[in-house]
């Protein structure tokens, strides 16, 4: 049986709550790629199971007494003194939010099309922006075949799909500087890909973790996408980094539930577009870190979208990565997170879970996450 992202939480549900539990059904969510290239990103999702609280109640009967007696009994006992009503105990301050340094400026990059293309008759790939962690690609005519776009570099090589309509898409040089070969394929046969353009191109970033602060094909935004307008409006009037990432976190967890019908029947290839899932309020996991990588890179927060195992390498999952200098602390919701440098965020298993102390163990336990392609 597939297993879903979500089973996580039900497991550390299950071990601090006595309650009965309902199994809500296998579900399956699928990035799919070509299996002769890489190993397919399958959003796999299993049963979750959901604990059921349960409810008693008590019904309370009295009697009315009966004063039968003419006589009144007078204690010879002093009245007791009365047992002094306790002052509840203060409810602890919110701790202050660590310390930090200045808020960032989002990444503005220029327009730069057509500066530094390589093409031929059926494809153009766009080198214009190498410096700033992508590159961008497309076909010249519309190809009812399926295309893939193959970036490699330093010994890793990551495959994705390109649209075949025509339409320019923008790619993650995530790698770090270096020389890069840059592929378009066209599917020839079954998963057999041939070359339709290939390029090389010796990439130095502008800044070290640029990739990772600009949209890309899985991180998809601009400057006026509703996900940044709705980041800016969130953090209006915040000055610590800190407490700006945790209200746009809170806010994706608190404003996107679980998605069941796309996680058992996504389309082929599904990548999510993060306005289509903030107006729609629903997704799955892939859905969480699209939006949560989208907001942080628009407010110039350098994030990382995470594919790869959860529960014992038996489930796919998505997350996030954010970057902030020092150490300190974000809360999600009622989940408090340590920060130093790259620190973890889930921001699905946060949004589900009734228990926040076992999250945060869960979250912050590096044993529990395996990645597999980092966006």
């Known amino acids: 049986m597939k297993r879903n992202c979500l089973k996580i939480i039900t497991i550390l549900l299950i071990s601090i709550l006595a309650a009965s539990c309902v199994n809500r059904g296998a579900l399956s969510s699928h990035i799919q790629g070509s299996s002769s290239l890489s190993s397919s990103s399958n959003l796999q999702n299993s049963s979750w199971v959901v604990s059921s609280e349960v409810y008693s109640s008590e019904s309370v009967s009295s009697s009315q007494a009966e004063v039968q007696s003419s006589q009144i009994v007078v204690s010879s006992k002093a009245n007791p003194t009365p047992t002094p009503t306790p002052t509840p105990a203060p409810t602890p301050a919110e701790p202050a939010w660590p310390t930090s340094g200045g808020v960032p400026s989002p990444v503005n990059v220029p327009n730069l099309d057509g500066q530094n293309v390589v093409q031929n008759d059926s494809a153009v790939i766009d080198l214009s922006y190498t410096s700033y962690g992508f590159v961008k690609a497309r076909l010249k005519t519309a190809n009812a075949n399926r295309m893939k776009m193959m970036i490699s570099c330093n010994g890793t090589t990551y495959y994705y799909d390109l649209k075949n309509d025509s339409s320019v898409e923008s790619f993650p040089l995530q790698f770090g500087s270096g020389a890069y ?20 191109s010796q990439v130095t970033y502008l800044s070290a973790n640029i990739s990772y602060l600009v949209p890309s094909q899985q991180v998809n935004y601009s400057s006026g996408s509703n996900v ?89 999952h998505a997350w996030n990565e954010v970057y902030l200098d020092g150490q300190g602390w974000l809360k999600v919701m009622s989940v408090k997170v340590s920060t130093s440098a790259w620190s973890r965020i889930d921001v699905t298993f946060i949004s589900n879970s009734k228990s926040p102390a076992d999250i945060e163990k869960y979250i912050g336990n590096n044993s529990n996450y395996v990645n597999r392609y980092i966006y």
């Open 181 to 200: 070969t840059i592929s378009i394929m066209i599917n020839s046969s079954g998963t057999q890909y041939s070359y339709l353009l290939t390029t090389t």
């Open 228 to 316: 940044s307008k709705v980041a800016q409006q969130l953090v209006s009037g915040k000055s610590n980094n800190y407490e700006r990432i945790s209200a746009i976190l809170t806010y994706v967890a608190q404003n996107i539930t679980y998605d069941y019908a796309l996680a058992a029947n996504p389309p082929i290839g599904y990548i999510p577009i993060p306005d289509e899932v903030l107006a729609r309020k629903k997704g799955i996991c892939y859905d969480y870190a699209a939006v949560s990588a989208a907001m942080l890179r628009s407010l110039g927060y350098p994030t990382k979208l995470i594919t790869g195992y959860v529960d014992n390498g038996a489930t796919y």
